[in-house]
């Protein structure tokens, strides 16, 4: 295995998502698919399946959560080290509906010591805004390859 210190930064990213994702049982298990990695960014999808809509026959926003959430950790996790959700909050736009194919795109705003902001948008196949979701990340001990 090459080292960290060996890597471009777009290899570390694409390492460390590799090294999350085959532990991430949840995200595999809710079938996301990780579409894009990149320093301080991820695109996941998911398609809604009878099993995740709610009462109203919508898409329930417990899953999209867990989707942006999920996009989220693997856009902070690209730097080789291990970072956790501090603080996480979602407004839903719009409903997501039965079949829909949802992408939830994470992209950094900032980061600065062992801190973190993360903005996740996400949007059904028609490009509807579905959600917005804003996440801080917390920096704690750990890496993904070593050094």
Excluded: K
Excluded at 30 to 39: D, F, K, N
């Amino acid at each position: 295995m090459r080292r960290a210190a060996d890597m471009t930064p777009q290899e570390l990213a694409e390492a460390s998502a590799d090294a999350m994702w085959a532990a991430d049982r949840a995200s595999q298990h809710l079938g996301m698919v990780i579409e894009h990695i990149a320093p301080g960014a991820a695109r996941l999808r998911m398609e809604v399946t009878r099993t995740m809509t709610n009462g109203h026959d919508n898409g329930h926003g417990g899953y999209i959560f867990t989707l942006a959430d999920s996009a989220f950790a693997f856009a902070c996790n690209s730097y080789n080290a291990v970072t956790v959700g501090q603080q996480a909050s979602i407004t839903y736009l719009a409903p997501a509906r039965l079949g829909d194919h949802l992408t939830a795109d994470a992209r950094e705003v900032s980061r600065a010591g062992r801190s973190g902001v993360y903005d996740v948008e996400v949007t059904n196949q028609h490009g509807t805004r579905i959600a917005l979701f804003r996440g801080m990340s917390r920096t704690v001990r750990g890496s993904y390859v070593p050094d």
